[in-house]
Nanobody
């Protein structure tokens, strides 16, 4: 599965962006999906995740209440809606997919090692 993230850009503090992650070369309907981000000089960190069924969704504390992850399996796409953006949200955002071997009751994972397919990243810059 190849993942391509897009939708990043420059936005002012308090603004909004929608990131999309389009999959090709395979279906993501049975894969857990996640967004991670990496700011310059920092380690990659978890942002949000959603299981293949959509039954378990989780967010980093830093984005809870501002970001929303969703998926449209028919379009083989995952989204990250980002509102009330802050300068500290500036980072390259990566989407990721797991191996598709979890069962319905498996909760989302916030661990990078759980995900086996990664997109190339899209840059989000929030100006103050």
């Amino acid at each position: 599965v190849q993942l391509q993230a897009f939708g990043g850009g420059l936005v002012q503090t308090g603004g909004s962006l929608r990131l999309s992650c389009a999959a090709s070369g395979g279906r993501i309907s049975r894969r857990g999906m996640a967004w991670f981000r990496q700011a310059s000089g920092k380690e990659r960190e978890f942002v949000a995740a959603i299981t293949w069924s959509g039954g378990s969704i989780g967010y980093a504390d830093s984005v809870k209440g501002r970001f929303t992850i969703s998926r449209t399996n028919a379009k083989n796409t995952v989204y990250l809606d980002m509102n009330s953006l802050k300068p500290e949200d500036t980072a390259v955002y990566y989407c990721a997919a797991d191996a598709g071997r979890t069962i319905l009751s498996t909760p989302y994972s916030d661990q990078p090692g759980h995900y086996v397919h990664w997109g190339q990243g899209t840059l989000v810059t929030v100006s103050s």
